[in-house]
């Protein structure tokens, strides 16, 4: 195969790989950290959303990588 059509190809790779990530830290943030504030409030335990709030932060940095 010709190096640049190899090259767009894991250019379009890397974006769907991107695109799924986002998708899954979005995820995250919808349910579980929500869940978690529902729990914190419930529960009057703030380490519940902190503990959340930390993870998402965590895979938002990787993600920067």
Same mark, same amino acid.
């Given at each position: 195969?010709? =190096?640049?059509?190899?090259?767009? *190809?894991? #250019?379009?790779?890397?974006?769907?790989?991107?695109? %799924?990530?986002?998708?899954?830290? +979005?995820?995250?943030?919808?349910? =579980?950290?929500?869940?978690?504030? *529902?729990? #914190?409030?419930?529960?009057?335990?703030?380490?519940? %959303?902190?503990?959340?709030?930390? +993870?998402?932060?965590?895979?938002?940095?990787?993600?920067?990588?």
């Amino acid at each position: 195969k010709y =190096c640049i059509d190899i090259l767009t *190809q894991i #250019s379009a790779i890397n974006a769907a790989l991107h695109k %799924v990530s986002l998708g899954l830290v +979005e995820e995250h943030i919808g349910h =579980c950290v929500v869940g978690a504030a *529902q729990d #914190s409030l419930e529960t009057g335990d703030p380490e519940i %959303v902190n503990d959340k709030v930390r +993870e998402a932060s965590a895979a938002i940095g990787r993600l920067l990588r």
